[in-house]
């Protein structure tokens, strides 16, 4: 991810292509990303990786090329070896409940793992079936 410094009004929506997106914030930074690379647990960013980000940036927004870069930082997603996030209870851990392995999609996915989950926890109708995300199975 990179974080561009600019004037409060230089960009009013988000900005997607090519899989990459251009995220305007309230104080005038622009968050661009992001990268994918499948390195373990390493969070260093690298210069292809601010090179990529710089060039798509350009490419969404060519005012960017004369912007100052404020922030490049990497992060985790983590995921489920079968791409399906865990959500429930541990049954061999009493209490312990997982809503975690979503990836690429955990802000998108958010609303509905977070109201499953909390389906789940209080004993309420599930807004839908939770077999599938189960971890009593899938985790054995």
Known sequence: MILYKC??????????????????????????????EHVGFDKTPTDEGLAGLKASAQELLPALADAEVVGHWA?????????????????????LWLNCGHYRN???????SCELLKNLM??????????????????G
Not at 106 to 112: E, M, R
Not at 133 to 138: D, E, F, V
């Open 7 to 36: 004037a409060s009004n230089f960009l009013t929506a988000i900005v997607l292509a090519k899989g990459r997106y251009a995220i305007p914030r309230k104080d005038g930074h622009i968050l661009v990303g992001s990268t994918l």
């Open 122 to 139: 209080l004993g309420e109708a599930p807004i839908i079936d939770p077999a599938p995300y189960s971890p009593a199975w899938r985790l």
């Open 106 to 112: 955990g802000l998108v996915l958010a609303p509905a």
């Open 75 to 95: 992060g985790l997603r983590p995921g489920s070896p079968d791409g399906i996030p865990y959500i429930g209870e541990l049954p061999q851990y009493p209490g």
